[in-house]
């Protein structure tokens, strides 16, 4: 009897499952069949591995049933004052924020982080670390702004941007980040000029490139850095404030 093939099933993360074939039929028609299930087979894949790292996995319930669990911390490197840095340089906790400025849940997020930031002052900071997916054709090149603003005016002007580029998106165009840089107090044609000469976008991959040695896989990733015993905890997805103020508040006990 021949054995009944197995469907294979989508996951949200990773198939787990693969294509049990009947062995004894061969010839250029079974070869076929093979070639169009792998298709499928990675086509799948692909589609929802690519949903997974937009959204920073799914519901909990999803995760449980379809993923392997995530990693609780990640080894990234320390946080220091000399990067984009929000709130008292005195801090004991910092939050390493991995995002890309074109991603519709770090958008989501963004309001969350600045309230539990505005919570906790003095006792917490804020440090962005770029990680533009490469599937969001403005996420690079909005990295790079901001970057050029923090040229001109330092980590206060990096904010002011990132801040009005979260308030447009998607909307705002690339050749509209002159005009958002006029609106945030700044050269808007000099920023123009910074994001056409590519000056920045070797640091912006490079960022990309050390949170994803550190297993950055979402956007955003959320890492609370205790810069006393270098301990983290990883909290991935635009999780609502009620959901990610008692993670927060427990591990800063």
């Not at 039929?25 to 093979?34: A, D, I």
């Not at 890309?100 to 900071?125: I, R």
Request: charged content about 25%; overall charge neutral; hydrophobic content about 35%.
């Amino acid at each position: 009897m021949a054995t009944k093939r197995k469907t294979a099933k989508k996951t949200f993360v990773q198939p787990v499952e693969q294509y049990q074939m009947q062995p004894q039929k061969s010839g250029p028609s079974m070869v076929l069949v093979l070639l169009l299930v792998a298709i499928s087979f990675f086509t799948g894949y692909l589609f929802f591995k690519v949903q997974s790292l937009e959204k920073g996995g799914g519901t909990a319930q999803q995760l449980e049933q379809t993923a392997p669990p995530r990693p609780t911390e990640l080894k990234i490197t320390k946080p220091t004052t000399d990067e984009h840095w929000r709130g008292s340089k005195d801090a004991k906790f910092v939050l390493v924020e991995y995002s890309d400025l074109e991603c519709p849940f770090c958008k989501q997020a963004h309001p969350t982080l600045q309230k539990l930031l505005s919570e906790n002052e003095g006792k917490m900071a804020w440090v962005f670390r770029h990680y533009p997916l490469t599937f969001h054709p403005k996420a690079q090149k909005s990295a790079e702004a901001v970057e050029c603003a923090s040229e001109q005016g330092g980590d206060d002007a990096f904010w002011k941007m990132t801040d009005a580029i979260y308030e447009k998106m998607p909307d705002v165009e690339l050749t509209g980040m002159a005009d958002l840089a006029n609106n945030v107090g700044l050269d808007g044609a000099a920023l123009q000029t910074c994001m056409d000469s590519n000056k920045f976008a070797q640091k912006v991959k490079d960022q990309q490139a050390e949170g994803t040695k550190a297993g950055v896989q979402a956007t955003p990733s959320n890492v609370i850095y205790n810069l006393s015993n270098g301990k983290n905890l990883l909290v991935e997805g635009a999780l609502p404030y009620e959901q990610f103020k008692p993670q927060l508040d427990a591990f800063m006990k």
